[in-house]
């Protein structure tokens, strides 16, 4: 079984989608997007500073449109057996899967992040990565500090997220074996503080058609497969504030018999987090044009 990954983070420096407007027809596709998404994702994406495409509310639709650019672009997809994402980019995996047309991904992407920026500017918060370490020591210790587990990346990661001095604290004493290192992110995502996000895009999602995905696709809420598409897109707006479980859906893909993964630009983290949760499962980074080639030959594998 081959499947498909969407980054809800990766490497998006200045200028990253540069390469894919090469080709044919991707600059008038991100046009749209831009449209759709209320930002203009071809200056971010190709002219703009990282600071400014750090933005939350530039961030998300420029990922959600660079994982569709090179979905696109990526030939034979439909040997693709299945989709997921990681937070935001589950919002590309569900166009992938037939469940969101890419009109509604970027439109609802859009609503998302400008709601979280906003939930962020609330109180002062923020995220940081914890490795290594017992798990269940630093659970104990967040709940010491009030921080909240927001990404169980798997692979000895883990991503916390709360009131800044509160990381500081846990920053100043870390758990046993472990590192804690800050993330440049705006706000405390997936956490009670952006329950005011999950409201604004409760109320855009419940306009949009959903129909069942018409491959196999995984949910973030507890690594499962989903078969309703209104289904999912309730667990996308819940997923706003509520722990991204990608540990449990690298399990998912161990059990299903998952045998390639391509990951979709901006790619390189999820592969990362692959080669040490599922040992010797072959995996492609698409990070640019160039890596379609690579990304079609594993493919193939099984056609």
């Known amino acids: 079984m081959r499947i498909a990954v969407f980054p809800g983070q990766g490497s998006q420096s200045p200028g990253f989608l540069a390469p894919w407007l090469e080709m044919d027809g991707a600059a008038d596709r991100l046009a749209r997007y831009s449209e759709w998404s209320g ?10 500073d990282a600071d400014r495409i750090r933005d939350t509310q530039v961030a998300q639709p420029l990922i959600v449109a660079a994982s569709l650019l090179s979905w696109n672009a990526l030939p034979d997809r439909e040997r693709i057996d299945g989709v997921a994402g990681h937070s935001v980019g589950e919002f590309a995996a569900a166009a992938a899967a037939g469940v969101l047309t890419e009109q509604a991904a970027l439109t609802l992407v ?10 962020a500017g609330v109180v002062a918060t923020g995220m940081s990565a914890v490795i290594g370490g017992d798990e269940a020591s630093v659970l104990t210790r967040l709940d010491e500090l009030d921080l909240a587990p927001a990404n169980y990346n798997g692979g000895g990661q883990l991503v916390v997220a709360g009131a800044l001095d509160a990381l500081q604290a846990l920053a100043a004493e ?10 440049q992110v705006a706000g405390a995502f997936h956490t009670r503080y952006m329950a005011p996000a999950v409201e604004t895009l409760r109320a855009a999602a419940a306009e949009v ?4 995905p018409s491959v196999l696709l995984w949910t973030n809420r507890d690594g499962s497969a989903v078969t309703s ?72 594998v099984d056609a």
Do not use: H, N, Y
């Open 229 to 300: 598409g209104r289904a999912f897109v309730d667990l996308l707006v819940d997923q706003v504030a509520s722990p991204v479980r990608w540990d449990l859906c690298m399990a998912s893909f161990a059990a299903a018999g998952v045998s390639g993964i391509v990951e979709l630009s901006p790619a390189g983290t999820l592969v990362g987090l692959a080669k040490r949760a599922l040992r010797g499962v072959p995996a492609v980074a698409v990070k640019t044009p160039a890596d379609l080639e690579a990304a079609t030959a594993l493919v193939a």
């Open 110 to 119: 859009g609503i998302r992040g400008r709601a979280m920026a906003e939930a």
């Open 174 to 183: 870390p758990v046993a074996g472990t590192r804690v290192i800050p993330l």
């Open 209 to 212: 058609a959903a129909p069942d």
């Open 39 to 48: 930002v203009d994702l071809v200056a971010a994406g190709t002219e703009w």
